[in-house]
């Protein structure tokens, strides 16, 4: 049986907005005291503002993960998915015996497949990956902003794979709920992909469409709250996004063709002046709104 969380040395691989707020987290929610916590990341200042906190016990630059890795019973890679890809390439060798892996990327068919291949290299050692991605964020990126980076009541995606033991996706899912998402939903890494192509991506699409097609930057003063509501993702991490825009293009590809096709029947019924349809379309649109908010 695997220990406690608390009495577990769990390691951060990469400790930007969304290794910080696990961090934070682990610590804060979860009861993981400073000297079972650690973290690798490529920059010194942050390792050492997160010792400094109390959050991590010690940090390892990124030629010392293995290090660390060699350390901890539970890893989390809160990396960018070619980022984390990279990484389960060169520090295969370095887990722990029985460590328990899993990743917060935005996409999962990559890493799931990666995660895969990690546990039969590594079947003789009991490694374990599950593949997650936590539906958290914040329009500012880096450790300086994790804070902001709130995970009460947030949604939680795993896409677990065959090699997964049962008893290590639900040690897994009670660390998460602890951590205060409220809801853990397993889906296979196509259906997640499919579905976070129109729930995540395609909304950053429309938002940063918004901001591009307007070069007025005082128009802010006109904004009643739609404005500001429509365009904060616009704020988004250029390089994190364009990857995963790139990684899952296909599924948001569609997803984008499906948003055009329905914005081009609203510019019909508007430049028709069909007020009975225009109506009865938008009084449709708001009813199914309201029926997803209900589940």
């Known amino acids: 049986m695997r220990k406690k969380i608390e009495e577990c040395n769990t390691g951060i691989a990469g400790l930007g907005l969304m290794g910080g707020a696990v961090a934070r987290a682990l610590r804060e929610k979860c009861d993981v005291p400073q000297d079972r916590l650690f973290a690798c990341d490529r920059d010194s200042k942050t390792l ?4 400094q906190e109390g959050l991590i016990c010690k940090g390892f630059d990124a030629s010392g993960a ?10 989390f890679l809160c990396l960018n998915p070619s980022a984390a890809l990279r990484f389960l390439e060169q520090w295969k060798d370095s887990f722990k015996s029985g460590c328990l892996v899993t990743d917060v990327a935005g996409t999962k068919e990559s890493i799931a497949a990666a995660a895969q291949k990690l546990c039969e290299y590594r079947k003789s050692d009991n490694i374990d990956f599950i593949p997650g991605h936590p539906m958290a964020g914040a329009e500012k990126s880096g450790f300086e ?17 065959s090699h997964n033991k049962t008893e290590n996706t639900e040690f897994l899912k009670n660390i998460i709920r602890s951590m205060g998402f409220s809801r853990v939903t397993e889906v296979s890494p196509a259906e997640h992909d499919r579905k976070i192509a129109f729930t995540s991506q395609l909304c950053h699409v429309i938002a940063a469409a918004l901001i591009d097609c307007e070069s007025d930057v005082k128009i802010t003063r006109f904004g009643g709250g739609s404005f500001e509501d429509l365009t904060r993702i616009a704020m988004l991490n250029a390089p994190m996004w364009t990857e995963l825009f790139i990684e899952n293009r296909i599924s948001l590809f569609e997803r984008i063709a499906q948003f055009e096709k329905s914005l081009d029947e609203l510019k019909a019924l508007i430049g028709g002046s069909e007020f ?13 709104r309201m029926e997803m908010s209900a589940d």
């Open 276 to 288: 009975a349809k225009l109506e009865e379309k938008l009084a449709i649109i708001r009813d199914r």
């Open 48 to 51: 050492n503002t997160a010792r």
């Open 66 to 75: 293995g290090e660390m890795l060699a350390l901890c019973d539970i890893v």
């Open 145 to 161: 902003n994790s804070r902001l980076c709130n995970f009460s009541g947030k949604n939680y995606i795993l896409t677990p794979i």
